[in-house]
Each structure stands twice: as structure tokens, then as C-alpha cells.
């Protein structure tokens, strides 16, 4: 089992920054991809970004050039950095992550409760 924290959402104005921080904890050890994903009111949950275990980054077209994932593996902390926000970033913002067994293919998802993020003036 892994359990994810996220923090450092809030309201925050058009154009104003935030920075969000996912910690996770427990068997964490068979971490492999993580990432963000947001959902809207009245909307379907979309991938924002993630990183793979060795880097490998993609983020969602509509935030490229505004928002940076990043991962401090020996924190277990996944950050999302946020500038720009727009009105439409407006959403509760989760964390994920994938694990995998050791010497086995089984994969599984786990994911966090999620931070509010507002964009509102």
C-alpha cells in the first residue's frame, strides 16, 4: 500500500502561481510513474502531467509552458509548479502513482484525496 498527501492548493489569482506537493509514504519502494491529474465540476478527470521513474515528462497540450512536474526521489515528494493559472486550471488536483513488483508484472494505482486549486479575482 501507498498513501499520498497532497498540499498547497488554494485560491490564487488569474495569472498567479501555486506550487503543489504530493509526499507519499509507505511501500513506496515499488514506485515507478507519478503524476498529477485534475477534475473540474461536471468534468471527467484529465492527466495534467508525469514523470516516469527515469524522467521521461509529459504534460496535458493545455498546460504546457506554465506548469512543471517535478520529483525529489529521495523525499518521495512529487511537486507540480504551477505559474500562469488561468481561470480554466480551476479544479481539485490529484496526485497518482504507479507500482510495480519486483520481478513481476503487476502494476497498481494509487491515488491521493485531492487539493482544491481556484483561480477566481
Known amino acids: 500500500q501507498v498513501r499520498l498527501a497532497e498540499t498547497g492548493g488554494g485560491l490564487v489569482q488569474p495569472g498567479g502561481s501555486l506550487r503543489l506537493s504530493c509526499v507519499a509514504s509507505?511501500?513506496?519502494?515499488?514506485?515507478?510513474?507519478m503524476g498529477w491529474y485534475r477534475q473540474a465540476p461536471g468534468s471527467q478527470r484529465e492527466l495534467v502531467a508525469d514523470i516516469t521513474v527515469r524522467g521521461r515528462i509529459r504534460y496535458a497540450e493545455s498546460v504546457q509552458g506554465r506548469f512543471t512536474i517535478s520529483r525529489d526521489n529521495a523525499k518521495n515528494t512529487l511537486y507540480l509548479q504551477m505559474n500562469a493559472l488561468k481561470r480554466e486550471d480551476t479544479a481539485v488536483y490529484y496526485c497518482?502513482?504507479?507500482?510495480?513488483?519486483?520481478?513481476?508484472?503487476?502494476?497498481?494505482?494509487?491515488w491521493g484525496r485531492g487539493t482544491q486549486v481556484t483561480v477566481s479575482s
Open positions: 497518482t502513482v504507479k507500482t510495480k513488483e519486483p520481478r513481476a508484472e503487476i502494476y497498481d494505482d494509487y
Open positions: 509507505g511501500n513506496i519502494d515499488n514506485i515507478i510513474d
